[in-house]
């Protein structure tokens, strides 16, 4: 029976470790190794709460006592405590929510995980392809067809051309969520640094910033995040 054991987390780690793979080649928040330890603790968690306490039942038998277990209760605290570990992978960063999709990838590696434990390879592995498959195809369709907020810091000494930058922004389809602008004085003159919180296509974005720029004599980018 132990070898048993073993090959269930063996398998719930090498699945976990697929998706972690995929999280980490896109630089994500979690990787590897957190979705291989998540899917393994799952795996162990799910095992311990079927065979972990025979022992407890048989020795209540013997001295005839009616003592029962429920087997699901370990399993179900470990979707909870997910949860913890998700809510590390989330940050709200101006006015943007990034690491969902990370979070809840680690909330199906962790059920991916328990269904090894379980011994249902199969729907397992089902389940794995399907997540690679889901973040790989949105991945395809975001970066060909969605949209991302950047921030865009430049500065110029002309006023005037910081208005021609955010018009020809809105030109371009580019929406700009906010923006901010303060004056530096300095010994040879003013300039103006202008931070700008705008909503862009994703494809060829840092190309179309660039050219905008370029268009404008004296206007120099500090900083695209």
């Not at 398998?11 to 990787?31: D, Q, T």
């Not at 190794?33 to 048989?58: K, P």
């Not at 929510?97 to 809840?104: I, K, N, P, S």
């Amino acid at each position: 029976m132990t070898t048993e054991f073993i090959l269930r987390l063996f398998v719930a780690s090498i699945l976990g470790a697929a998706i972690g793979l995929e999280r980490g080649y896109r630089a994500k928040e979690a990787g590897f190794r957190t979705h291989f330890l998540v899917a393994l603790g799952s795996a162990l968690f799910m095992i311990v709460s079927q065979f972990g306490f025979e022992q407890i039942l048989v020795q209540s038998r013997d001295a005839g006592l009616n003592v029962r277990l429920d087997p699901s209760r370990i399993a179900a605290q470990v979707v909870s405590g997910i949860g913890f570990i998700g809510a590390g992978t989330i940050i709200f960063q101006r006015h943007v929510v990034r690491g969902l999709t990370t979070a809840a990838g680690l909330w199906v590696t962790s059920a991916i995980g328990m269904t090894c434990g379980a011994g249902l390879y199969l729907l397992a592995i089902a389940t794995t392809v399907l997540v690679l498959i889901c973040l790989e195809t949105l991945n395809y369709f975001f970066q060909k067809f969605g949209t991302r907020n950047i921030n865009i810091t430049f500065s110029s000494p002309s006023i005037d051309d910081v208005r021609r930058v955010l018009d020809r922004m809105r030109k371009d389809d580019m929406t700009i969520d906010s923006y901010n602008m303060r004056e530096q004085v300095e010994a040879d003159g003013s300039t103006y640094l202008v931070t700008v919180e705008v909503n862009v296509k994703r494809n060829r974005y840092e190309s179309r910033v660039l050219g905008i720029m370029e268009e404008l004599d004296g206007v120099r980018i500090e900083s695209i995040e």
